[in-house]
């Protein structure tokens, strides 16, 4: 079963960029769709960007198309999320989740998850 882990994290500025990484162990992410997802406090995980496993074809969030750019490397069994041009809006913690089948958009479509990351912007 895979196992994800993500990093890279922390406090920035608004303005500022982060570049969070998600390392996966007991599985290749090249046999899954690869996701980010985020939850600010009191709210609902909501959908971030996919990166498809076939032809890395992205779909992101319209709050954060133009800004962040997802990505992955088959050779390092990693995914990345980088975030530019952070707002205080983009503060939550960031989660990253593979899946095989189903809505791309749906939490119940990933089957596992990782731990998540905190992402503070500050204004």
């Known amino acids: 079963q895979v196992q994800l882990v993500e990093s890279g994290g922390g406090l920035v500025q608004a303005g500022g960029a982060l570049r969070l990484s998600c390392a996966a162990s007991g599985g290749t992410i090249s046999t899954y769709g690869m996701g980010w997802f985020r939850q600010a406090p009191g709210k609902e995980r909501e959908f971030v960007a996919h990166?498809?496993?076939?032809?890395?074809?992205?779909s992101y969030a319209d709050s954060v198309k133009g800004r962040f750019t997802i990505s992955r490397d088959n050779t390092k069994n990693t995914v990345y999320l980088q975030m530019n041009s952070l707002k205080p809006e983009d503060t939550a913690v960031y989660y990253c989740?593979?899946?095989?089948?189903?809505?791309?958009?749906?939490?119940?479509?990933?089957?596992?998850w990782g731990q998540g990351t905190q992402v503070t912007v500050s204004s």
């Open positions: 989740a593979a899946r095989t089948t189903g809505n791309i958009y749906l939490r119940g479509s990933y089957n596992h």
């Open positions: 990166i498809s496993r076939f032809t890395t074809s992205t």
